[in-house]
């Protein structure tokens, strides 16, 4: 059966239209799914991240013998134990809080009026908080009891000697079954909610083992041993993670509560509480926290001494809880970018309301971990991750397509203080040359576009070149960000010629002139980049290196001194028969001259020998390290070594 050549291009223009439908149709799914059904996923999402941070005290206590099933009962039955009293502890103190306010609103509302009074006095600023004194004033009213009059008192309001009549209004009787409902709406919900946690969690803990098999199974099974270590590492650094995030968070709120108890604000013990649990609330828990305590402070102080005590406990504390503590616990990053934390959180918070606030982060760095470690669910970590989503090679490529080579020069200073200069240019600039070429290979990049992009990486090698004469770097004892983190491991460690710069008296006699290297360009779009990044190379080193024009040794070589090594760059595809010629013209014009080829191509070692025989170059390299190195070697050759070392090896 044929099908219909008009068909057949209808349906391949369709196919993205329905795509896009069909994952805005499985979104739509998943979040009614989680909306409607948020009555169980809550329960089973709480028993999860729970189980992650009662796990290492079920193996605790099963490394002393105790068997599985009484240490999960202990340990699960202690900690409800505890989050029972702490419930009980927060109720009592709030009651007690909701009983003291209507004695605030005196020394409040006095403070409300000396504030009116003051910005009357400037003006403009009375019109401007007006507004605002309005609504505290009606807090306090609403904050008073209202005083209780006498008879006499509500007569004569009324303008009448007699008692006025009294009327009251009773609901009517409601039955036994309408006081039930009622009672059971309120408590057994709640209640219901808590069994379904304590029961997950007791079965998630029993069932350990089982639900990682079947995690296993649905991952991919058939690389046990890679799946097996990768989800136990994951769930390794879940529970690291979430033990500590409780660890600081709990410590935060007995700062906070101790701080606030020897201030001397009402109700510490609650505040304290109420500061530990917003701390799971990414970026604005510990703000939120300060409102209430700060609000309570220049309700009871007549003063303002203890409102700015309170506010000066929470600035110092939130700082060395975020910028110190949290590094040394758990590594500078959650491993969720920043925007996927603002745009988990006010998902989860749509979807399960407050609790969604509180578990946005929790269940966002699980969903970045299972991204990491299942192939399946790589998009996690492309979309969630703080991770670059782009290797250091891409990046760069990408600011020279934008015509922004400003970054990459900025990117490439970073680089240079604790990488070499030839390590970048190999693994960064040389590979952005090569996906530069395969696009313009491929079409991609017509002559001017070639022109635009070629002058990017050209003006990013002069400024990269003029940085840091000489000199190896030294690693920062900084902590770096994801990206800078990931770039490096990317990139890797330089290699040893990197760090070797030879003075003029470890050379060899043909090598001590102004510009022993001549590099020669091959004409290409690109190859002026690369062959500047081989001359700014040589000359890092102790070899002074000059470029010579783009026509190479037509008219014979430049004015100068004899050159000790000719480099001819090659990264456009050329014919074997052009590269003998300009050998051959090479070689005539300085005989015994040292010809090095450099083909900054990915090419099979084993292939580089018959190819360097094939075009009868002395030496052929692909990256510029092996240049490097292969220069080294030659420049050095038959000197004797100087009773100090003869090679320095470069330091700040």
């Not at 991919?220 to 769930?235: K, V």
Request: some cysteine; hydrophobic content about 50%; glycine content about 8%.
């Amino acid at each position: 059966m044929t099908t219909d050549p008009v068909t057949t291009r209808l349906l391949r223009q369709a196919l993205p239209v329905v795509t896009t439908l069909g994952s805005l149709l499985l979104v739509v799914t998943l979040a009614s799914a989680l909306y409607f059904g948020r009555d169980i996923l809550v329960p089973v999402a709480l028993a999860i991240l729970l189980s992650f941070v009662l796990v290492p005290a079920v193996r605790a206590l099963r490394r002393l013998r105790v068997p599985r099933v009484a240490a999960v009962l202990l340990v699960v039955l202690l900690t409800f134990g505890m989050l029972g009293a702490v419930g009980s502890l927060i109720a009592r103190e709030a009651a007690q809080l909701a009983a003291d306010l209507p004695r605030y609103s005196l020394t409040l509302r006095d403070k409300i009026t000396a504030l009116r009074a003051a910005t009357a006095e400037r003006g403009g600023l009375s019109d401007t908080f007006s507004g605002f004194f309005d609504m505290a004033e009606e807090v306090g009213k609403e904050l008073q009891p209202p005083a209780a009059k006498t008879e006499s008192e509500t007569n004569a309001a009324l303008g009448t000697a007699e008692r006025p009549m009294q009327v009251e209004i009773h609901a009517p009787r409601s039955g036994l079954l309408t006081t039930l409902g009622s009672v059971a709406g309120g408590v057994l919900h709640p209640l219901a909610t808590l069994g379904l946690i304590l029961l997950f969690t007791i079965f998630i803990l029993l069932q350990r083992e089982d639900l990682r098999n079947r995690a296993i199974r649905l991952a991919g099974s058939s690389d046990l041993r890679r799946t097996t270590a990768a989800i136990d590492d994951a769930t390794a650094r879940l529970s690291r993670f979430f033990v500590a995030q409780l660890v600081l968070n709990v410590a935060f709120g007995l700062v906070i509560g101790t701080g606030l108890w020897l201030i001397g604000v009402p109700s510490p013990i609650l505040f304290g509480v109420i500061a530990g649990i917003s701390r799971f609330v990414p970026y604005v828990g510990a703000v939120i926290s300060a409102v209430l305590p700060l609000a309570i402070a220049v309700a009871v102080d007549p003063g303002w001494s203890m409102a700015i005590q309170v506010a000066i406990l929470f600035l110092i504390v939130e700082p060395i809880a975020g910028h110190v503590v949290e590094p040394l616990l758990y590594g500078h990053s959650t491993g969720i970018s920043p925007v996927a934390v603002i745009l988990a959180a006010t998902i989860w918070t749509f979807l399960w309301g407050p609790i969604g606030l509180l578990l946005a982060t929790p269940l966002t760095v699980c969903l970045v971990v299972l991204g990491r470690h299942v192939e399946r669910l790589w998009f996690l970590d492309v979309i969630l991750g703080d991770r670059p989503a782009l290797g250091p090679q891409e990046i760069f490529y990408q600011r020279m397509l934008a015509g922004d080579p400003a970054e990459a020069i900025d990117q490439g200073r970073l680089f240079l203080k604790e990488r070499a200069l030839v390590t970048y240019y190999d693994e960064v600039v040389l590979s952005g040359l090569r996906m530069a070429q395969e696009d313009a290979a491929r079409g991609m990049l017509d002559r001017e576009r070639q022109g635009e992009v070629g002058a990017g990486f050209r003006t990013v090698v002069e400024a990269l070149g003029q940085a840091r004469k000489r000199g190896m770097p030294r690693r920062s004892r900084k902590p770096r960000g994801a990206e800078a983190e990931a770039a490096f491991a990317a990139v890797g460690p330089d290699r040893r010629a990197a760090g070797i710069v030879l003075a003029q008296e470890d050379l060899a006699p043909a090598w001590r002139g102004a510009a022993p290297i001549l590099c020669v360009p091959s004409g290409g779009a690109f190859d002026e980049a690369a062959t500047l990044m081989l001359a700014q190379t040589f000359s890092r080193h102790g070899l002074g290196a000059q470029v010579a024009a783009s026509d190479g040794l037509r008219n014979g070589l430049p004015e100068g001194e004899r050159p000790a090594m000719i480099c001819f760059s090659y990264l456009d595809p050329i014919s074997l028969s052009q590269i003998r010629l300009t050998i051959r013209r090479a070689r005539k014009a300085a005989p015994g001259v040292t010809i090095l080829v450099g083909f900054w191509r990915e090419r099979d070692p084993a292939s580089l020998g018959r190819l360097r025989r094939a075009i009868s170059a002395d030496l052929l390299v692909t990256s510029l390290s092996d240049a490097l190195d292969a220069a080294l070697e030659r420049a050095r050759a038959g000197t004797e070594p100087a009773a100090s070392s003869r090679l320095r090896q470069a330091a700040e």
